[in-house]
C-alpha cells in the first residue's frame, strides 16, 4: 500500500535519512529535530511525505510567506526528496502537485522553489512541472 499523507512526528528519522541524501552531507539530529517539531506546529509550514509499505520514501515542505513585494501570499517549496531507488515514477509529480494544493488553500499567487546550482536534474524536473527560472537567489554564510 502507498500513500502521500501529513508527516507526523513518527516520521521524523526516515525524514532525516532523506534529508541528509538531499543535502549529501550530515545535517545535526538535535537541531534537525527541534525544527522539525516546531515546524509540525507551524500553521505556515505543510509537511507531506510519501509512504509505500510502511516506508518513508518521499518528503516534501512547503512553506507560506505573506511578502510585501508580492503584496500576496507565496507557496515555497523549502525541500522535495524522493528516495533515489523509486525516482522517475512520478511520487515527485505527485509531492509537487501537493505543494499546488497547499499553495491554493492557502490563497497563494505563485509557487517558487530554490535548488542547488548543482542539481541539473531537479531543474529540469521542476520546468517540466512548469515552473520558470527567472531569479538569482545570492547567499552569505553567516
Known sequence: ??????????????????????????????????????????????????????????????HIQMLLHHTANIAEIQELIVDETIRNQGIGKRLFQKAIEVGEKSSCTQLEVCCNKKRISSHKFYQSQGMTNNHFKLCLSL
Open 1 to 62: 500500500m502507498e500513500s502521500i499523507r501529513e508527516a507526523t512526528n513518527n516520521d521524523k528519522d526516515q525524514v532525516y535519512r532523506l534529508l541528509i541524501a538531499l543535502e549529501e552531507t550530515d545535517i545535526d539530529y538535535k537541531c534537525f529535530s527541534d525544527i522539525y517539531d516546531a515546524n509540525l506546529l507551524n500553521p505556515y509550514v505543510f509537511y507531506f511525505v510519501y509512504e509505500k509499505e510502511y516506508a518513508i520514501l518521499g518528503f516534501i515542505s512547503i
